[in-house]
């Protein structure tokens, strides 16, 4: 907010000081200036505070374009070893980039890793061609069964791969990521409205990301036979808070 300049206050040719009658008006508009310049200031700090000002509020959700939903992941990991406890032990991370989710779970106490890179691998680390060699992580396409028995994991995590898939192959995608989890899983998809893709990526992910509603989920997962799981969700929630987690990416608890 801009100040007026205050006029200055020079002495009446022949060095007399200004009338009294002057003085007295704007001894009588001082308290009302003030009371303006009080109120202007009150709608200043409620529109900062209230018009964002870089903050979000708690049920908010940072959602910036195309924000990896694999990051937010990594970000989490932590937080999803306080609210899965023993679930986490065997791990399967599935997505994009995920040589380096599974070096991070590595660095998790009493937790296994594999991966699932559902894209081909491009100018791919040594750390990470060690792992696929060693068969930790594989490259495979998610919408034919994976290679793994029935409840070969303890948890899978999924994250910016079903936003990929069209309805035909979700439908056969979703209950086979089921099948391979004994404890359930955790997806992490992304916000309707968010940049997914850009356009020189789309030749890598096939399609542009079809981003979906909270309430579409929830649906679809009842309608395949998947159930929220909420004692996670509410443990997740709060480990999430006491660190101040605000993840990007829309999160879903499920039962196997």
Not at 40 to 59: D, M
Not at 103 to 126: C, H, I, Q, R
Not at 183 to 205: C, I, T
């Amino acid at each position: 907010m801009s100040r007026r300049p205050v006029p200055s206050r020079r002495l009446a040719d022949g060095g007399s000081v200004p009338l009294v009658g002057s003085l007295s008006q704007k001894s009588k508009a001082s308290p009302l200036l003030s009371v303006a310049l009080v109120l202007v200031g009150g709608f200043l700090l409620i529109g900062y505070f209230y018009g964002g000002a870089g903050h979000f509020s708690e049920k908010e959700a940072p959602r910036a374009e195309g924000l990896s939903c694999t990051a937010a992941v990594q970000h989490a990991i932590p937080i999803l070893k306080k609210a899965y406890g023993d679930s986490m032990r065997k791990v399967l991370h599935v997505g994009p980039e995920t040589c380096t989710v599974v070096s991070e779970l590595f660095k998790e106490e009493d937790t296994e890793a594999w991966g699932v890179e559902p894209y081909e691998l491009e100018d791919a680390d040594g750390r990470c061609r060690s792992l696929v060699r060693k068969g930790i992580v594989r490259v495979a396409d998610i919408k034919f069964p994976l290679p793994y028995r029935p409840k070969s994991f303890s948890l899978i995590i999924v994250s910016d791969a079903l936003d990929y898939l069209s309805p035909k192959y979700l439908n056969k995608t979703l209950p086979d990521l089921a099948r391979v989890s004994s404890d359930g899983l955790v997806v992490f998809a992304g916000y309707p409205g968010q940049q997914r893709a850009k356009l020189s990526e789309l030749s890598k992910f096939g399609r542009p990301a079809k981003l979906r509603s909270s309430s579409w989920w929830i649906k679809y997962f009842f309608q395949t036979g998947l159930e929220e799981n909420e004692a996670a969700m509410k443990k997740f929630e709060q480990a999430a808070n006491k660190r101040s987690y605000k993840p990007g990416c829309q999160i879903f608890h499920l039962t196997s």
